[in-house]
């Protein structure tokens, strides 16, 4: 196993990138260069490409390859997800969850993980162990912008990166949460998009996106 390449970055540097980080399920690993090089373009550098398809560990290898991008793997469950990941160019690593072997294992290889927590005792778990960057994920099936704003008033010392069912109707209200600093979803990228090769219209979704206040 390698080690990312970018030591000095941390997940809250990546979620101070840009208001969004691209939630990418990539079903063609053809298509991962010009797909990362619209989003890139259109101002979001960060992108997360799940591991949830045959082709993604050869999506995050190609989409390392564009300049001015920020690759990392999203779905992580396991160590071996995780050095797999690393193998590929990740640089970053999402999770829905948290667990020890999990945590452990990208502590150990120095990977910057944003560990998903849904509630104040997960998220008070995590800050016990020194993290203070997390996903709020499934952030509108857990009660949407006002339970993170709930669970953030007795915790002000985290930061959340708001997942799940985050669209751009709904962006705004948790952009201008004090304890956010930026929001994951797959709408900059959809999938009758991808599958036209319409990069321009993903380039400008992703301008759009990156312009949103916070």
């Not at 000095?8 to 399920?25: H, Q």
């Not at 564009?66 to 160019?89: F, K, N, Q, W």
Request: a negative charge; one cysteine or more; aromatic letters at 4%.
């Amino acid at each position: 196993m390698i080690t990312p390449k970018d030591a000095s970055l941390s997940n809250e540097k990546l979620c101070r990138m840009a208001p969004v980080i691209p939630v990418l399920v990539v079903e063609d690993a053809a298509k991962a260069a010009p797909l990362a090089q619209a989003l890139v373009k259109g101002g979001l550098p960060a992108l997360e490409v799940t591991l949830r398809t045959p082709c993604a560990l050869e999506a995050i290898a190609e989409m390392a390859k564009v300049e001015g991008g920020i690759v990392g793997a999203g779905t992580l469950l396991t160590p071996a997800d995780v050095h797999a990941a690393i193998d590929a160019g990740a640089t970053f690593g999402v999770s829905p969850g948290a667990t020890d072997r999990l945590l452990d294992a990208c502590e150990e290889a120095g990977l910057p993980l944003l560990p998903g927590a849904a509630t104040s005792s997960e998220a008070m778990r995590l800050y016990e162990r020194g993290y203070t960057m997390l996903k709020f994920f499934p952030a509108e099936a857990n009660g949407g912008a006002p339970a993170l704003k709930a669970i953030g008033a007795p915790l002000p010392q985290l930061k959340f990166c708001p997942t799940g069912g985050v669209s751009m109707k709904n962006v705004g209200d948790y952009l201008k949460l004090s304890n956010v600093l930026c929001c994951g979803g797959s709408w900059v990228a959809p999938k009758d998009m991808v599958n036209v090769d319409d990069w321009a219209g993903i380039e400008a979704l992703a301008a759009e996106a990156a312009a949103l206040p916070r």
